[in-house]
C-alpha cells in the first residue's frame, strides 16, 4: 500500500513539473498558449501573459492598461480573425522578440512581445501593440 501511495504521488509530481516546464520550454509555447486564449478571452490571454514575470503581474495597473488597449481596438477595428508571425529577433540566446500581425475585419495591428530568460525560463519583458507599421513593410521583388 505505501509502495503504491509513493508511484502514484510520484507519477503526478512528474506530471506536474513536466507540464509546468513544458508550458513556458520556449517563447513559442507561451505564444501559442497566448494566442489559444486570445480568441475566446482576450482579458484572460493577457493575464496569462503577464503572469510568467513576476515583475510585471504585479504591476495591475500595465496589465489593465493593456486589457483597456486590446478592449478599444476590438470596438473599432471588429472580429479578430487570426494573427501571423511577422518576424523574430534574437539577441543572443536569453532576449527574443516576436512580431505578430494581428488581423481584424477592419485592419491588422502589429503586436510585438519581447521574452526574456533570465535563467531556464522564459518571462514576458515587454508587449505593444500599434496599428501604424507600414515603415515596417519590405519590398518583395
Known amino acids: 500500500m505505501k509502495k503504491t501511495i509513493i508511484?502514484?504521488?510520484s507519477i503526478i509530481a512528474i506530471l506536474v513539473t513536466g507540464n509546468t516546464a513544458k508550458a513556458q520550454n520556449t517563447p513559442e509555447d507561451i505564444m501559442a498558449k497566448f494566442f489559444s486564449m486570445f480568441n475566446d478571452d482576450v482579458n484572460s490571454a493577457i493575464d496569462y501573459l503577464f503572469s510568467t514575470?513576476?515583475?510585471?503581474e504585479s504591476n495591475k495597473e500595465g496589465t489593465t492598461a493593456m486589457k483597456e488597449k486590446f478592449e478599444a481596438s476590438r470596438k473599432l477595428l471588429g472580429n479578430f480573425n487570426?494573427?501571423?508571425?511577422?518576424?523574430?529577433?534574437y539577441l543572443g540566446e536569453s532576449y527574443a522578440k516576436y512580431v505578430y500581425v494581428l488581423k481584424y475585419d477592419?485592419?491588422?495591428?502589429e503586436l510585438v512581445v519581447t521574452m526574456?530568460?533570465?535563467?531556464k525560463v522564459w518571462k514576458l519583458?515587454?508587449?505593444?501593440?500599434?496599428s501604424d507599421f507600414e515603415k515596417?513593410?519590405?519590398k518583395v521583388e
Open 7 to 9: 508511484i502514484i504521488v
Open 53 to 56: 514575470n513576476d515583475w510585471l
Open 82 to 89: 487570426g494573427y501571423e508571425l511577422a518576424g523574430k529577433y
Open 106 to 109: 477592419r485592419q491588422p495591428v
Open 116 to 119: 526574456y530568460r533570465p535563467d
Open 125 to 130: 519583458q515587454n508587449m505593444n501593440f500599434h
Open 136 to 138: 515596417d513593410m519590405v
